[in-house]
């Protein structure tokens, strides 16, 4: 099978994007071979037609689950792909209803992207092993886990990810190691049909994710830069009635790699 794919760096989180039609129960098993042969690589997506009038395309992430850094990457690679000029993408993206809109602003230093992200389900608690309470921000699709520093090692969290996602029955599972003091995060990410955990280097929906817990702990919006290794990513929570209505994240997107395989 001939693969033809473009490798985009949004915050270092490395992302690459099949723009070969692969039929969806043969994705999984597609992206755990790129990943295994490209270890720089985080995570693949699938570029497929739009179902909803209005797309520009539809991602397909590899376990089907939701993830904003690669939403970014989709709305730089239609931009590119359509010779796109309007600052706004409209997407259809897996783990999101609807359609996602990012926005595209050409700067001095880059291409900066800002997706409109889905709103959480909930946010609650989950239990790890040892008795250990952390709070859990639900979205369609994936659950992040906040981690405050301290709370787990990094080996602690190895261990824990993979009975955490199965006991909240989710597609995909983050651990967000959080040290609030730095403003940054540690994001570790696990996706249950390709069983890969990998540390990234920036997470778009862990960064929603703890917005969106500091906007309920604070009970009003917030906006914070979450460093993390492989840059920044600015998150904006609004906070009313007990909840979030609105929540973005902005951070810079580049085109890495474009290229093809044999598979």
């Known amino acids: ?12 989180n490395i992302t690459l994007l099949v723009s070969t039609s692969v039929p969806r129960d043969m994705q999984p098993e597609v992206a755990a071979k790129l990943m295994s042969d490209r270890p720089q690589v985080e995570q693949v997506g699938f570029i497929e037609p739009a179902t909803l009038p209005g797309a520009a395309l539809r991602l397909q992430m590899m376990g089907g689950e939701f993830c904003g850094n690669a939403s970014m990457s989709a709305a730089a690679y239609a931009a590119d792909r359509d010779g796109l000029t309007a600052p706004e993408v409209p997407l259809e993206v897996s ?4 359609i996602l809109t990012c926005r595209l602003d050409r700067r001095e230093d880059g ?10 389900v909930e946010i609650t608690t989950a239990e790890l092993p040892g008795g250990i309470s952390i709070p859990a921000v639900v979205f369609d699709g994936i659950v992040h886990c906040i981690a405050s520093a301290g709370t787990l090692s990094r080996e602690a969290a190895e261990s824990a990810i993979r009975p955490l996602c199965a006991a909240m029955d989710a597609d995909a599972c983050g651990i967000m190691l959080y040290d609030g003091a730095a403003g940054s995060i540690t994001p570790l990410v696990y996706v249950r049909s390709t069983d890969t955990a990998v540390w990234e280097s920036g997470c778009g929906s862990g960064s929603a994710a703890v917005g969106s817990y500091l906007a309920s702990q604070a009970g009003e919006s917030a906006s914070v830069d979450l460093r993390q290794p492989g840059g920044t990513i600015t998150v904006s929570a609004a906070w009313e009635n007990g909840r979030v209505p609105a929540l973005t994240i902005t951070g810079r997107v580049a085109l890495a790699e474009r290229g093809s395989c044999e598979l």
């Open 1 to 12: 099978m001939k693969l033809d794919y473009t490798i985009w760096d949004p915050t270092k």
């Open 111 to 120: 291409l900066w992207g800002t997706v409109n992200m889905p709103l959480p």
């Open 95 to 98: 783990g999101h209803e609807g």
